[in-house]
């Protein structure tokens, strides 16, 4: 048994930039949407604009702008909490594998 003092995602700032990559080089997409407020996605942003010709859009799920982002983005948008909220999946959700919890800190 151990305590986890901090949890954090790993590795999905990684996938965004590999797909969006992959998806411009294979031409599966005229432009696309990056959901996220990470700076680390603006070297694969330029290159999907510069290489491709992609348009890139950012919407930002954060109250805290990254000007990175902002500033390389061909557009952006802020993503308001009601709505964001508004979105979000039920609290617990069953299928046929089961029950799903949304951890309570979300």
């Given at each position: 048994m151990v305590n986890v003092l901090k949890t954090e995602e790993k590795g999905s700032d990684v996938n965004i930039a590999s797909y969006l990559l992959v998806d411009a080089f294979n031409g599966d997409c005229e432009q696309a949407i990056i959901v996220s407020?990470?700076?680390d996605l603006k070297t694969p942003i330029e290159m999907v604009q510069t290489l491709f010709g992609t348009r890139v859009g950012v919407f930002?799920?954060?109250?805290?702008t990254s000007w990175a982002l902002r500033n390389v983005a061909d557009f952006y948008r802020p993503i308001r909490k009601g709505p964001l909220s508004a979105s979000q999946f039920?609290?617990?959700?069953t299928d046929s594998r089961g029950t799903i919890t949304k951890p309570s800190s979300w």
């Open positions: 407020n990470d700076s930002n799920p954060h109250e805290k039920s609290n617990r959700l």
